[in-house]
Every structure is written in C-alpha cells, then in structure tokens.
C-alpha cells in the first residue's frame, strides 16, 4: 500500500482570486516560492458574463477548491502566515464571494487579512516569476487593458482603453461567431492556422479600425468593422487573423512609446491575452529593436490566479501591511494607481 505524500510547506500567504470570471486559491511562500493554484473558471452558457451568475457559481466551487488545497499541503493555522483576497478592481457580486472566504479564513486560522490591489497583483507575480525589476507592464486581460510603469511609490497608468478591454473584444467577437467563452485562445488557433495556410496574406485585404488614440486604446470599432467583413463573405480565419494583428499592434505601439517616455529596458506581459503566441512574438520583435527585454510568466500565472494574489499579500506582509476586518469592503473601481507601493 502507498500512502499520499503531502507538500510540506511552511509560512505561507494564501491567495483567494475572485474578480471577475474566476474563483482561485494558491499560495506563495514567505521565501518567494509560488506553487499552482486551484481555480475554477465560470463559463456562460450562453451571453456574456452575468456577475451573480458568476457569484453563485464561485459561491458553489469555493469548498471544494479551498478543501483541495489545503489537503494537498496540509495547510493548518501553524504554516499560514496571512491570507490575501482581491479588494477590487471587479464584478462586486464576485469580489464579495472571494472577501466573505477570505475573512472566514483569516478568522478561523487566526492569522492576518490584506485585501490587495488585483492589477498591481499582475506585476507582482510576473516580476517575481521572470526576474525582471522595473519593467513597463502590458497588462491585458478580459475586463482591462492597461500600459504601467512605476514612478516612486506607484505604478502609474500610462495608457489604457477607452472602451472595452482587449480580452473582452475578443471573447464578443468569438461569441458572435458560435465560439464560447473564453474565445481568446480559439481566435488565435484559426488565425495561426490561416497564415500558415496564405503566407502571403495582405492585411489591407481584411483592413480594420486602427485603435491608438495618444497613449490610449479602443476596441469597440475593431470589434464592430470585424463583424462587418464577416458579413462581407470574408473567411473566419482572415478575420481572426486580421483582429489579432490590428489589436496587438495598437497595444505593441504604445508600450513601446511607454519604453521611450520613461527610458525603461523592460516589457512585462501580464493578463490572460498574454498567454497569446502572437503577441508574444510582436512584443520580442519590438523590444529587440530597442535594444529591450520582454518577458511573460508561464500561461497560469497570466490568468487570473490565486497565486499572484498570494505573491502580492507576501510582499505587504513583508512590508508590514495588512487589512482590519472592518476595513476589507471591497472596491469595485480601485484604480491600479490608488495603491501604495512601498516595497522594491
Ligand atoms: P484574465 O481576465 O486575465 O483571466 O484573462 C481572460 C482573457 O484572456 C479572456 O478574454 C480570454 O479570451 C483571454 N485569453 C486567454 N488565452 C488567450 C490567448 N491564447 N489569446 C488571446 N486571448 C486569450
Ligand atoms: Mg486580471
């Protein structure tokens, strides 16, 4: 007979990610050691995410995740230094599933709460996974699409969309055509596997909207020209193709300025449309050409994860910093750049 052998892990923060479409636990150790974190996706089945559908969702599977991680590294009120919960920004409905978890826990074990900022969340983990110090990050997800860079105690929003977040464009544009939710990582198989198919594809063929304003972005025009040369006869995977180049260049183009306004030598990647080969790809290309780095975490610590919370709850604790229970409200609309920064 064999008998499991568990993870042992000592002084740990736990991280409890509900923002939006996902509810996740996972855990960092206090040496900076992250391990994968156990999450549930929400997905639709049909329409686009409602938040109290997405809350009872979360509501149903937080049980079971959280009794997972916790036999898998027999997690009890002697290793767990602090448990970290994503404060805002979100869905409110979602965001108190994973707070209401997150102070039952703090109460039970007896150890501190520290509601964390889940965008500077994003950084903090892609710093921490790549090795990579000062960098600007492309953070681009469903709900958000943001160019940010530190300048003293802050992570400043350069540039961001004006409209709807790149992710979501993606996922509307798929929902259009029959593809569910998440609809990012299928626009990318068709349009890889049309360019492959006509390499000699011309994007004027397929033009779309051209989304930079300044620093900022918008996607609801590429969304709505896409549709338009579907409508045309044009082949799903041209279109695809054609959305991926258009959006990826637009966001490309401002990190870059991002490099040259602040002299930074470093590109993060960060969010779920992260996990993206192409972008990757145009991301290298650039920094290459300005003498750069860029860097992206391995695809889980790109989506939204317990994990990056837990990371960011690590380095507030180190630093001093935790949550009354009386102070835990969740906040909806906090801004990237309404977070403190004290730590390198
Ligand atoms: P997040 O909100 O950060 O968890 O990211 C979720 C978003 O990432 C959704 O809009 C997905 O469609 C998108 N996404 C995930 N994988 C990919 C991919 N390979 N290419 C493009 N978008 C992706
Ligand atoms: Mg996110």
Known sequence: MYSIIHKCVENVVV???STAHTLSFGLVEMNGTAHPSKSSL?????????????ADHHSEVAAGLLSSLVNEYKLNSKNI???AFSQGPGL???????ATVARAMSIDWQVPLVGVNH???HIEIGRSQT???DPVLLYVSGGNTQVIARAGDRYQVIGETLDIGIGNMLDKFARMQGIPFPGGPKIESLAKEWKENHPNANLEEISLPYSVQGMDLN???????????INEGHDLGAVCWSVQEHAFAACVEVAERALAHTGKKELLLGGGVACNERLRQMSHVM?????CKAFWPEKKFCVDNGTMIAELGRRMIQSELSTEINNSSINPSLRTDHTTIIWD
């Not at 929400?42 to 997405?54: D, K, L, Q, T, V």
């Not at 996607?219 to 040369?229: C, H």
């Open 15 to 17: 991280g409890v990610e």
């Open 42 to 54: 929400f997905r639709p089945e049909e329409g686009g995410i409602h938040p109290r559908e997405a």
């Open 81 to 83: 230094s602090a448990i």
């Open 92 to 98: 409110g409905p979602c965001l108190r599933v994973g």
């Open 119 to 121: 965008c500077v969340a």
């Open 131 to 133: 090795g990579c110090i």
């Open 219 to 229: 996607f609801s025009g590429i969304l709505n020209a896409a549709q338009t040369r």
């Open 287 to 291: 920094c290459e050409e300005r003498e």
